[in-house]
């Protein structure tokens, strides 16, 4: 089983475990006189089943990682920079305070990085994160677990 098909695996068994943790949830105690759909006690035990094989997978993929680890942090922090960029207050001039009393304050700012800037910076950003993300498809979709 390769890194990707692994991944595939894992988003399906975590889903499985919610669906598991949802039925103990309605399960377990209801009406007196209503019939129970299904066993708690076999719900818990599936879980317990479910969570195991889940994290033995998660211990396989971390395994096989490894050698991209540097690549795997680098685009979540990229990933971390552009959400902060896409934030950025990038105001030049008159604004409007919003969180003053009167409607008719305004405040003048004055941004050192443009506009132009913060969105040139996002692109490359983002150019940069699908480079990184490109190369980690490659190495999920060809490297075996062990």
């Known amino acids: 089983m390769t890194i990707r098909q692994a991944l595939k695996q894992k988003n399906k068994l ?3 475990l919610k669906e598991l943790n949802l039925r ?34 998660k211990t396989k993929i971390h395994r096989a990682n490894t050698p991209v680890y540097d690549k795997i942090f680098l685009l979540s922090e ?24 009167r409607s008719e304050s305004q405040i003048v700012k004055n941004s050192e990085i443009t506009t132009i800037e913060r969105d040139t910076e996002i692109k490359n950003l983002e150019s940069r994160i699908e480079q990184i993300q490109d190369e980690l498809d490659q190495f999920n979709s060809v490297t075996v677990l062990s």
Not at 27 to 44: F, H, M, P, Q, W
Not at 83 to 101: E, K, P, S
């Open 24 to 57: 103990l949830q309605t399960n377990n105690s209801v009406i007196e006189g209503n019939s129970r759909d299904y066993s708690a006690k076999e719900t818990l035990n599936a879980i317990y089943y479910k969570v195991n094989e889940l994290s033995g997978l």
């Open 14 to 16: 975590v889903q499985e």
């Open 78 to 101: 990229l990933k971390s920079v552009a959400q902060t960029l896409r934030a950025l207050d990038c105001t030049n001039g008159i604004a409007v305070d919003f969180f003053a009393r």
